[in-house]
């Protein structure tokens, strides 16, 4: 205690202003691990969001398709089921395969089928089953989807 009593007025000052810079860094650091959650859990939102309304679109675009049989509507489904597997590769970047995202999602009401188990050579989609989804039920799809997203935050 003598010593600290001893030390000169400008080597307190110094001593006080770096223990204030290692405290800003540290919040700082805090506050930027934080911003990086949180941008990673929107990031997921979005892909979830976009995700349900291609499958929606798809469905939509399936029925076109089954009514009218004709080349454009064919189109539109082929469309919206490139956009669906372009979808479901960002979930690939992110690590997922399509055995690990069905697994996931079953837990959420969803149904889908791994495309490995279509005889497909890829492993990293779904296949979704949306034939027997009626409007009504919409919402409740939309609801467990939201779910889904929140929960499984991008790591």
Do not use: W
Not at 4 to 33: E, S
Not at 69 to 82: C, G, I, V
Not at 93 to 113: C, D, H, K, N, P
Request: with cysteine; aromatic share 6%.
């Amino acid at each position: 205690m003598k010593k600290l009593l001893q030390v000169g007025v400008a080597v307190k000052i110094f001593g006080g202003f770096m223990a204030l810079v290692v405290l800003a860094l540290a919040t700082g650091g805090v506050g930027n691990l934080s911003l990086h959650r949180v941008i990673g859990h929107a990031s997921d939102e979005e892909l979830a969001t976009r995700l349900q309304t291609l499958l929606l679109e798809a469905r939509r675009q399936e029925k076109n398709y089954l009514l009218r049989a004709d080349q454009e509507s064919f189109a539109n489904l082929t469309k919206t089921l490139d956009q669906i597997q372009a979808a479901l590769d960002q979930f690939k970047e992110r690590g997922l395969t399509g055995e690990q995202l069905l697994r996931e999602l079953v837990y959420y009401g969803v149904s889908a089928i791994a495309l490995g188990t279509t005889g497909s050579e890829r492993t990293e989609g779904l296949r979704a089953c949306t034939s027997l989804i009626s409007r009504d039920q919409f919402p409740v799809l939309e609801s467990r989807l939201a779910r889904f997203a929140h929960d499984h935050p991008h790591s």
